[in-house]
Structures are given as structure tokens and as C-alpha cells.
């Protein structure tokens, strides 16, 4: 039985934030590990791994509130929430729509008892950009508070044991964001001398195009690195925002989180 499985992780939505008088609605995970009309789990890798063959376009803006399941702007690739220790997930007013809020920031001594919670997707190949360029990002809002040594906004695969990966991120207490793609061997990071935990909403965006891997903040061109043009970024594992994974050690977010987006070209 997975972990989440064991502990309760909800999505709670307040039925004023879209103005309506309907009650407020609420997406659990019970101790079954069932969602109700959720995605299955991802399955384990097998055979080959697949990379786009079509130009791809995902968004997820979260002003549709609490749906089974939550869905791009075209209403698929679902997303799920996991979760453990009892780390929810909720909706907050943004921009005129809703964005996600994560559990805080948890200062417990014991890092494993520490409420934690991400959406994670399932499988597919189909969103492996390979060699393509690609941009992926999102909106955040976070405070010094929020700011830990890990702290995954948007990934997909992960930087060790070979499999590769991109990832964007704000880590450790200085609050950088960085753009991160992995090989089987090495770890290529666009990280500029900046604090986005202030408070405010920044646009993060990662360009990945020929051999540069370049961060947008708000807009600015902010780092970028330079990556072998023949890296090819194809795993088997799914679409994850706010975290690598569920459990223990998982590089948990705290702070909120808007508009997630992939587009390979």
C-alpha cells in the first residue's frame, strides 16, 4: 500500500472564493488510498521510455476550484493530491481566480513527522520533451518563512540514480529560484543572485532551446546555463508540483503556487 494511502491529504476549497452559496467542497484521500474519480497511480517503468512526438501545451490555473479530478486547461492530464501527517492542500483567491496554498513550513525536529502534500499525476511519455525546446514554469508566493534547503515547485523525474530531469525550484534561505535539468551524469542549473521570497507574486519561467537553459523572473531574463544540446530528458515518471514525492525527504513547498505550465515546441 503506498504511504499516502495511510494519512489523510485534502484539497479544501471555500465555497465564497467563486461567490457561490453551495457548500464548501472536499477532495480526500481515505484510508483505502481510493480517490473517488481520481487518476490511477502511475505505473512502474517499463520497456521504453517515450519521448514528444507532437508539440505539447499544459496549464493549470486552479480557478475552476475542487474538481475530480484537477485538470489542465484542456481538461486532461489529472492531477491527484497525496499527501501525509495530515498536510492538506487549499485554495486562496489570486489574480481575480484561485491559486494553491501548501502546508507551512514545518520546524519539527523530526523531519518524517512533518505534514506534507503535492499533486502528482500519472505516466506519460508524451510530455518527455527529449531534445525539444521546452518551457515550463509557474507563479509562486513566498515568504523567508516559507524557505528550506529543498523546495520543488514543478518537476518532472528525478537528478539522481540516472534518470533525467527538469525541475524548477526555490531553494535553501538566500529564497533563489533555479531552473534545473538533469542527465544521467551531471546537474545543469540556472540560478541568479536573487530573493523571490518576499512576499510577492514572481513568473518563473525555464527555457530550455538548443545548448541554453535559461530562468525568467517576472518578465527578465535571469540566469542560464549552458546544456549539451543532445540531452534528452525522457522518464517514466509523472508530473509532480510542490514536491518530488509524498514522503519523507520529499523537498516539500511552502508558500502558493499558480499557473503551472509545460509547452514543448
Known sequence: MPSYARILAT?????????????????????????????????????????????????????????????????????????????????????????????????????????????????????????????????????????ADGANVFQKGYSVGGVTQFKLQVDHDKGHPSCVIAGPAEIYKAEPEMNVADGTWHNLTCSREGNQLTLTVDDKQSASVTVPPTLSIANAEPLRVGGKGATSGNDQYAGQIDNVFLTID
Do not use: H, K, W
Open 11 to 147: 484539497v479544501v476549497m471555500s465555497a465564497g472564493l467563486l461567490g457561490c452559496s453551495t457548500p464548501a467542497e472536499r477532495v480526500v484521500v481515505p484510508a483505502s488510498g481510493v480517490l473517488t474519480n481520481a487518476v490511477p497511480a502511475s505505473p512502474e517503468p517499463s520497456g521504453t521510455i517515450a519521448v514528444a512526438t507532437a508539440p505539447v501545451s499544459v496549464r493549470y490555473t486552479f480557478d475552476a476550484g475542487v474538481t475530480r479530478p484537477i485538470t489542465d486547461q484542456t481538461g486532461g492530464n489529472e492531477l491527484r493530491p497525496l499527501g501525509e501527517n495530515t498536510g492538506t492542500l487549499s485554495l486562496v483567491p489570486q489574480n481575480g481566480g484561485l491559486a494553491l496554498q501548501y502546508p507551512a513550513r514545518c520546524t519539527l525536529p523530526d523531519e518524517s513527522a512533518c505534514p506534507r502534500a503535492i499533486l502528482e499525476g500519472t505516466r506519460d511519455d508524451a510530455l518527455n520533451p527529449g531534445t525539444r525546446p521546452m518551457q515550463y514554469g509557474a507563479s509562486i508566493l513566498m515568504t523567508a518563512a516559507d524557505l
